[in-house]
């Protein structure tokens, strides 16, 4: 896609089309996160590594909090991205076939 190239639209108002963009995004990171961490915590139970309440009960560290701030970051200016009116398609992360074989 070019800059030339025009912004596929949907409804008149483009900010509605912004915003479906905006809940497009967030229905995926959804459903990535609610299938892996549904997959980890039943690994983890037939484990026998955490009881089926552990994850309700935890606390992360400093350090830990800090990465998890870092991460909600990321996910909010992705999802600010389509806010801004232009569409671009973006290759999938190099890892990605790493992360969800």
């Known amino acids: 896609m070019t800059a030339a190239d025009p912004e596929q639209t949907f409804f008149e108002d483009p900010s509605l089309d912004r915003a479906l963009a905006m809940i497009m995004v967030l ?36 350090a830990e909090e800090a990465a998890l701030a870092v991460d909600s970051s990321a996910m909010a ?20 076939e790493e992360r969800f074989a």
């Open 77 to 96: 200016q992705q999802l600010m991205e389509a806010a801004k009116g232009t569409q671009a398609s973006r290759s999938a992360r190099a890892d990605n």
């Open 27 to 62: 229905a995926a990171e959804l459903a990535v996160t609610r299938d892996r961490l549904r997959s980890l915590e039943v690994l983890l139970q037939n484990a026998g590594t955490i009881s089926a309440g552990a994850l309700d009960s935890y606390r992360p560290e400093p």
